[in-house]
């Protein structure tokens, strides 16, 4: 079993909150870079956020700084996506990607959660 499970979308009003989940299952997220991607009806997926899982670094596109945060529970093998001030633009299938270093190229993605902003 090598799977991310992702969960927490759905649909919220603009200026509402969310937050997303990833589990890994069947593996640790210990030396891996998890990433948060978006991908709306007929546009390219788009990159959201990363977290280095054992150091802590984050990083975001510019269009979710201020209003999201990405972070990580070592306790529960879980990366989360915060995602405050929700807007129309946001809305999307939102998936999860760890990414294994040190050369051996290992990806995970998740199946994708759904998240609707609309009043």
């Known amino acids: 079993q090598v799977q991310l499970v992702e969960s927490g979308g759905g649909l919220v009003q603009p200026g509402g909150s969310l937050r997303l989940s990833c589990v890994a299952s069947g593996f640790s997220f210990t030396n891996y870079v998890v990433n948060w991607y978006r991908q709306a009806p007929g546009r390219e997926r788009e990159w959201v956020a990363v977290?280095?899982?054992?150091?802590?670094?984050?990083n975001y596109v510019d269009s979710v700084k201020g209003r999201f945060t990405i972070s990580r529970d070592k306790s529960k093998n879980t990366v989360y996506l915060q995602m405050d001030n929700l807007k129309p633009e946001d809305a999307a299938v939102y998936y999860c990607?760890?990414?294994?270093?040190?050369?051996?190229?290992?990806?995970?993605w998740g199946q994708g959660t759904q998240v609707t902003v609309s009043s």
């Open positions: 990607k760890a990414v294994l270093l040190g050369g051996s190229g290992g990806t995970y």
């Open positions: 977290i280095n899982y054992a150091f802590g670094n984050t």
